[in-house]
């Protein structure tokens, strides 16, 4: 098969889970032990949010400091200021400080929190980096909900897990039509911050994220 490869390796990342809980391997690759300058928000607090946030601030990707989530959660918003991070109830707040936005609500929620950055479309906010983990959305369909609110939305469609939090994380990821090498250059090292990343084409997305979904929970 065309693309076994990667899903070799997934499924050899998520057998070896227990190692890297463990500590007994090392995920940051020492030639990017450089903390990344770009500011991050996160568009939904929740567990995979937080997941991803975890990864970045333990491994020292990104500083506390300079990661930012929204909800209306105020259970959630405990857990954020504990990781050092900010808290906003509002969404406004995430797209307006950060320059990478990771987009991490409910399928069913996408069109609610976009429609509440929805401004005049003379005054859009300048091109933004879009990370979506929202299930079974594609880079299509967010990069036209986003058109209306930022000028040119660079987006890149991920997949990863919640054992990024030990570095043990599963994370794919494909591009959009306006995303950049520099774009996807970052996205790989935001996702390896927590465990193996790999670019692969979007059809695949959908599968591998059920193998990495459920691999912990088959080898644990």
Known sequence: MRYSRVFYKFYASVSEYRVRALGKVNV???????????????????NMA???AEGLIKTGTIPAANIIASSPSQKSSAKWVGLGAKHTNNNVDVIEQSDVIFIAVKPHLVDVAINSWRIDGSHRAPSKLFISVVA????????EKLN??????????????????V????????????ATQ???????????????CEE?????????GALAGSGPAFVS
């Open 28 to 46: 940051m690759d020492p030639a990017q032990d450089l903390a990344i300058r770009e500011k991050v928000g996160f568009l939904g607090s929740g």
């Open 182 to 196: 520099q774009d996807l250059h970052l996205v790989k090292r935001l996702l390896s911050a927590g465990g193996i």
């Open 148 to 165: 209306g609110i930022t000028l040119d939305p660079r987006v890149v469609r991920a997949m990863t897990n919640t054992p990024m939090t």
């Open 167 to 178: 570095g043990a994380g599963c994370s794919v990821y494909s591009g959009g039509r306006k």
């Open 136 to 143: 079974g959305t594609t880079v299509e369909t967010l990069e």
């Open 50 to 52: 937080q997941a991803i």
């Open 200 to 208: 692969v084409p979007q059809n695949l997305i959908n599968a591998i």
